[in-house]
């Protein structure tokens, strides 16, 4: 089930759900899913129809329901529970920002000037903009602390990619 094909607009609805449930472990309301991605309520509820189809979401009936995603659902994103997860202190603009970092991606490490870092976050990123600094860091194992400019933003997949200016760890003497 991990290989589902989402359309973007699924793709967008589905994290947006996942986000917002992981913040508050509770079902999730169309109305607020649509707030977070500008969308039309009606819309969402449509869409999660197909989800449910693909066993990707669960309706929750009742005053308090709404939606939930499925296990599948993070494997579809290429998530896990945000307590399976070290948390990674980011901060943009100098100010520390709450989010959980997933995952690090070096490109070119081999050449410095042109390094980038593909940040995968469990949530949203709200904040941040287009040419921020950021400093993400210390990594739970190496202490890893990666310093840089903000490049692109890239909300469906909760994930930044950075110009690396400075990554340092400290050496460990065996």
Do not use: W
């Not at 759900?17 to 009606?42: H, M, S």
């Not at 390094?115 to 600094?133: M, W």
Request: hydrophobic share 35%; with cysteine.
């Amino acid at each position: 089930m991990s290989h589902a094909e989402l359309s973007e607009s699924q793709r967008r609805i589905l994290t947006a759900l996942v986000n917002d449930f992981q913040q508050t472990d509770e079902p999730v309301k169309a109305q607020r899913i649509a707030e977070t991605i500008d969308r039309d309520a009606g819309s969402i509820r449509n869409q999660m129809q197909s989800l449910k189809t693909l066993q990707l979401v669960e309706g929750v009936p009742g005053p308090a329901g709404g939606y939930r995603p499925t296990e599948n659902a993070f494997a579809v994103l290429d998530r896990d529970r945000l307590d399976d997860r070290a948390t990674v202190t980011l901060s943009g603009s100098y100010d520390r920002i709450d989010v959980t970092v997933d995952e690090i991606d070096f490109t070119n490490v081999q050449h410095p000037e042109t390094c980038t870092a593909h940040v995968h976050l469990q949530q949203s990123a709200e904040g941040l903009e287009v040419g921020d600094p950021v400093a993400i860091g210390p990594t739970p194992n190496s202490n890893l602390v990666i310093a840089g400019e903000l490049e692109v933003i890239n909300e469906t997949a909760d994930e930044l990619v950075v110009d690396v200016a400075v990554a340092e760890a400290p050496l460990v003497e065996e």
